[in-house]
């Protein structure tokens, strides 16, 4: 099992920054698969960006050039650097962590922007 929690959102005006984090325990071995999605009201859940085994970033097009997604030090945890943020952007961000066939997922934490 792999227990995940977030951090890090508020609210926040058109053009701020908020970092969330993703602090992960439990059985991390043979993760694949570590990324952020978030779900806005009357939206579908949507990918924002993850890292893949050898590190491989992949970031939604909505977010490119102003979101980034890294590691923690110790390799476990899992950042999402947000800048420039849009009345868009608004919804509960997920962390997710996915060794096939499982996906595990955090409560989330609610980002707002305002305009």
């Known amino acids: 099992q792999v227990q995940l929690e977030e951090s890090g959102g508020g609210f926040v005006q058109a053009g701020g920054s908020l970092k969330l984090t993703c602090a992960a325990s439990?059985?991390?071995?043979?993760?694949?698969?570590m990324g952020w999605y978030r779900h806005a009201p009357g939206k579908e859940r949507e990918l924002v960006a993850n890292i893949v085994v050898g590190d491989t970033k992949n970031y939604a097009d909505s977010v490119k050039g102003r979101f980034t997604i890294s590691r923690t030090s110790n390799k476990y945890g899992l950042f999402l650097q947000m800048n420039a943020l849009k009345p868009e952007d608004t919804a509960v961000y997920y962390c997710n962590y996915r060794r096939a066939p499982y996906d595990y997922w955090g409560q989330g934490t609610q980002v707002t922007v305002s305009s």
């Open positions: 439990g059985d991390i071995s043979g993760i694949k698969v």
